[in-house]
């Protein structure tokens, strides 16, 4: 099993509609976790972190399902600028230095 | 502004033929990492670093080396390159504990 395991899409969306992804991690240590966006042949850029009370950032909004071992990513109002790759991070603690894991991404087309 | 720069976006090589790729931060960041990225594989940590001279293998470490002879700049090292290297290869540098990381723009490799 990956350690972490996402849904590669493409979600194709239309403008307006909210679209929720999911985010699954193998290990129950693992201590941190994060949302990257990625755009087409660009670095990815670090969208927003996800805490145990879930956060908020103008439309989107992340939560962590510890229980579950998920995370999500919801955007409301999902704009043609959203579309993007978004990735899944997660961190944990190995031998005294921080082990990050990224997920393939999941593609999010937003259509007119 | 955190600024990661690599030191070409594309690259064609021959098989057999030693690769440098370098990677410099500007942010005095403790933490440097080096991904490839692949269709349908995600990232894939190759090496990190947590100092200077010090290295860690990642989780695809076989047919590459890294250096890191001061704070700012991290090399990625090919020693032969071979076809199944062809990839993009990401550099990422974050201050401690490796929350954020701040990638640089990518260098598309080709080995033929």
């Known amino acids: 099993r990956k350690e972490v395991e996402q849904d590669p899409g493409p979600f194709n969306v239309p403008e307006g509609a909210t679209v929720a992804f999911n985010c699954t991690y193998s290990n129950s240590a693992s201590q941190s976790f994060f949302w990257y966006r990625q755009d087409c042949r660009k670095e990815p850029k670090l969208l927003m972190s996800?805490?145990?009370s879930g956060n908020e950032d103008g439309r989107f909004t992340a939560q962590l399902n510890r229980a579950s071992q998920y995370i999500s990513l919801l955007i409301r109002d999902s704009k043609l600028s959203d579309s993007a790759t978004y990735l899944c991070v997660v961190n944990k603690n190995s031998g005294g230095y921080q082990k990050v894991t990224f997920g393939i991404g999941t593609k999010l087309q937003v259509i007119p | 502004d955190v600024k990661v720069t690599q030191s070409s976006r594309y690259l064609v090589k021959r098989t057999g033929e030693k690769v440098f790729l370098e990677c410099v931060q500007d942010m005095d960041h403790e933490n440097m990492f080096w991904y490839r990225q692949d269709p349908g594989l995600g990232l894939r940590l190759i090496y990190f670093?947590?100092?200077?001279?010090?290295?860690e293998k990642g989780d695809i470490p076989e047919g590459y080396s890294v250096s890191r002879e001061k704070k700012e700049r991290f090399s990625l090292i090919l020693e032969s390159a071979s076809t199944n290297q062809t990839s993009m290869y990401l550099c990422a540098s974050s201050p401690p504990p490796a929350y954020e990381q701040y990638f640089g723009p990518g260098t598309r490799l080709t080995v033929t």
């Open positions: 996800v805490y145990s």
């Open positions: 670093s947590y100092d200077v001279k010090m290295k």
